[in-house]
């Protein structure tokens, strides 16, 4: 088991000499919060390089905030913008450890995301990283990894906050409420965060603290070294590289799938008329057609959009809209009431495909 610290400017000068005669095998430095890069990223990384640490990097996410994005698909942009800005600051940086996103909210600050949302999000900026050759891991308190995210669907490992005594031996997790969450998900998590009140001066710091982590992988496991799992259902997928002149109707046809198939195993995609070549696109293990008559949509029946569907007042629905799942309200003569983006709407059930 590794002692791993996290540190980030407010942590101001370190002396990682120091922190190595503390048995220290690596830090997980931040590289960023929102996209702009910590101050002390590029010196920390340097000196803790020089004195043969290992340098994981973590990027403070604001794309959930409220004050940046109302929606799934206003997150979905802010979170691509923040990846991107995230994986320009690492790069030629030899990150050898874990490249994990920070999720959390600061004092005073909302999210209006639901948890599948939140997840889907998640999912997405994580496989950016994975695909910049990043090893990529999620970091939030273990309260929020329930309480505002679908844990079951994340894809990549964890790294789980909870301070707890002096973190037990680090070998098992608390009997506790939170301690038996962890204990249910213990195959997913690299890293615990035990402890924010680590003795700063201890470990060559100027801060008064610095956070505390038992890691239970090889910290310097090098970059791309983790392939998501996989499940028993439409997310056990293989993965293809978009080519040129591909569209996803024609990589539906060439794996023997339907589009409305493809488009849920892809959450990631805002806009399925606009992909691009290199994209990895999932591809679902397991595809079956969903019934398309409409005399079978009735209230209580979980349907998704088709692409191009308009609305009652022929408004276009917004293309994200088409990867999600709705559960119908009310039926209305040919037309079912779905809340699509917070507001009932009504739309054909002629455009509707159920799924469950």
């Given at each position: 088991?590794?002692?791993?610290?996290?540190?980030?400017?407010?942590?101001?000068?370190?002396?990682?000499?120091?922190?190595?005669?503390?048995?220290?095998?690596?830090?997980?430095?931040?590289?960023?919060?929102?996209?702009?890069?910590?101050?002390?990223?590029?010196?920390?990384?340097?000196?803790?390089?020089?004195?043969?640490?290992?340098?994981?990097?973590?990027?403070?996410?604001?794309?959930?905030?409220?004050?940046?994005?109302?929606?799934?698909?206003?997150?979905?942009?802010?979170?691509?913008?923040q990846s991107n800005k995230v994986i320009?600051?690492?790069?030629?940086?030899?990150?050898?450890?874990?490249?994990?996103?920070?999720?959390?909210?600061?004092?005073?600050?909302?999210?209006?995301?639901?948890?599948?949302?939140?997840?889907?999000?998640?999912?997405?900026?994580?496989?950016?990283?994975?695909?910049?050759?990043?090893?990529?891991?999620?970091?939030?308190?273990?309260?929020?990894?329930?309480?505002?995210?679908?844990?079951k669907d994340i894809k990549y490992p964890?790294?789980?906050?909870y301070y707890h005594s002096d973190g037990?031996?680090?070998?098992?997790?608390?009997?506790?409420?939170?301690?038996?969450?962890?204990?249910?998900?213990?195959?997913?998590?690299?890293?615990?965060?035990?402890?924010?009140?680590?003795?700063?001066?201890?470990?060559?710091?100027?801060?008064?603290?610095?956070?505390?982590?038992?890691?239970?992988?090889?910290?310097?496991?090098?970059?791309?070294?983790?392939?998501?799992?996989?499940?028993?259902?439409?997310?056990?997928?293989?993965?293809?590289?978009?080519?040129?002149?591909?569209?996803?109707?024609?990589?539906?046809?060439?794996?023997?799938?339907?589009?409305?198939?493809?488009?849920?195993?892809?959450?990631?995609?805002?806009?399925?008329?606009?992909?691009?070549?290199?994209?990895?696109?999932?591809?679902?293990?397991?595809?079956?057609?969903?019934?398309?008559?409409?005399?079978?949509?009735?209230?209580?029946?979980?349907?998704?959009?088709?692409?191009?569907?308009?609305?009652?007042?022929?408004?276009?629905?917004?293309?994200?809209?088409?990867?999600?799942?709705?559960?119908?309200?009310?039926?209305?003569?040919?037309?079912?009431?779905?809340?699509?983006?917070?507001?009932?709407?009504?739309?054909?059930?002629?455009?509707?495909?159920?799924?469950?």
């Amino acid at each position: 088991m590794n002692k791993i610290l996290d540190i980030s400017k407010h942590q101001g000068n370190i002396n990682f000499s120091k922190m190595k005669e503390q048995g220290i095998n690596g830090v997980m430095c931040r590289c960023a919060y929102s996209s702009s890069q910590d101050t002390m990223f590029e010196t920390y990384i340097k000196d803790a390089q020089t004195c043969g640490i290992a340098v994981g990097a973590y990027a403070f996410c604001t794309w959930h905030y409220s004050s940046v994005s109302v929606n799934k698909a206003t997150a979905m942009l802010a979170a691509q913008s923040q990846s991107n800005k995230v994986i320009s600051i690492l790069k030629e940086k030899n990150i050898t450890g874990p490249v994990a996103i920070d999720l959390e909210l600061e004092s005073g600050a909302k999210t209006v995301l639901s948890k599948e949302d939140m997840t889907c999000v998640a999912n997405m900026y994580l496989e950016k990283l994975k695909d910049a050759g990043y090893t990529p891991m999620l970091y939030c308190s273990i309260s929020w990894l329930f309480d505002k995210m679908v844990c079951k669907d994340i894809k990549y490992p964890l790294w789980v906050a909870y301070y707890h005594s002096d973190g037990l031996l680090g070998n098992e997790f608390p009997k506790t409420k939170y301690g038996d969450l962890m204990n249910s998900i213990k195959d997913k998590i690299w890293m615990w965060q035990y402890s924010s009140n680590g003795d700063g001066k201890k470990f060559g710091a100027s801060s008064q603290r610095i956070d505390l982590n038992h890691c239970y992988i090889n910290f310097n496991v090098g970059t791309n070294n983790y392939t998501p799992p996989k499940n028993n259902d439409l997310n056990a997928n293989n993965i293809y590289t978009v080519v040129k002149g591909d569209t996803l109707s024609s990589i539906a046809r060439k794996h023997n799938t339907t589009l409305l198939n493809l488009i849920s195993a892809n959450p990631q995609i805002i806009n399925p008329n606009l992909i691009y070549s290199g994209q990895k696109i999932n591809i679902p293990s397991h595809c079956s057609k969903p019934t398309t008559t409409s005399e079978n949509i009735s209230i209580g029946s979980v349907v998704r959009v088709r692409p191009g569907a308009k609305t009652f007042d022929g408004k276009s629905i917004a293309s994200f809209v088409f990867s999600n799942t709705y559960t119908v309200d009310q039926i209305k003569g040919d037309r079912a009431v779905l809340d699509l983006t917070g507001i009932c709407t009504p739309v054909n059930t002629a455009d509707l495909i159920r799924v469950g």
